[in-house]
Every structure is written in C-alpha cells, then in structure tokens.
C-alpha cells in the first residue's frame, strides 16, 4: 500500500500526520519565512497527539511544535 505524502507548506489544520511513528492532528501550519537564517524558510506546525491516544497522553503531548523545510515531504495519517 502506498503511503501518502506532501510537502510539509501544504500541510493545513485538522490533517492527520505522522512525524516519529506517531499520529498527530495539526491545530495550525505557520510559515516562517526567517527560519534558521537567510534563504531557508521554515514551516511550523503545531499539533496535538491523535484523539486515538488520549488515553496514554493525557493532558500530555498538547501544543507540539514541529518545524519542517518548507519542501520537506510529511507523511499523511490515515
């Protein structure tokens, strides 16, 4: 089965991702243009873990931040 993919500037709020093996549901997606210095702008994006593990979580693994090149590929949830 193929997985899904996208860049990670395409990725938007309440998509699932996967990032380490986990599922998370993305709150927001921000660009930061400055990033790590010039010319290298950088996608935040800001997520929650997957209503499917709230339970091992808990109040937990809120608020993540993830920061991506702005062409990384992000892997699709299911």
Known sequence: MARKTTPAHLVKQDMTILVDGLRWVVLESLYDLHGNGP??????????????????TG???RGVHFS??????VELGE
Request: proline share 7%; with cysteine.
């Open 68 to 73: 991506f090149e702005t062409s990384a590929i």
């Open 39 to 56: 010319n290298q702008p950088r996608q935040i994006i800001i997520c929650d873990a997957h209503p499917d593990r709230a339970k091992e």
């Open 59 to 61: 109040v937990y693994m």
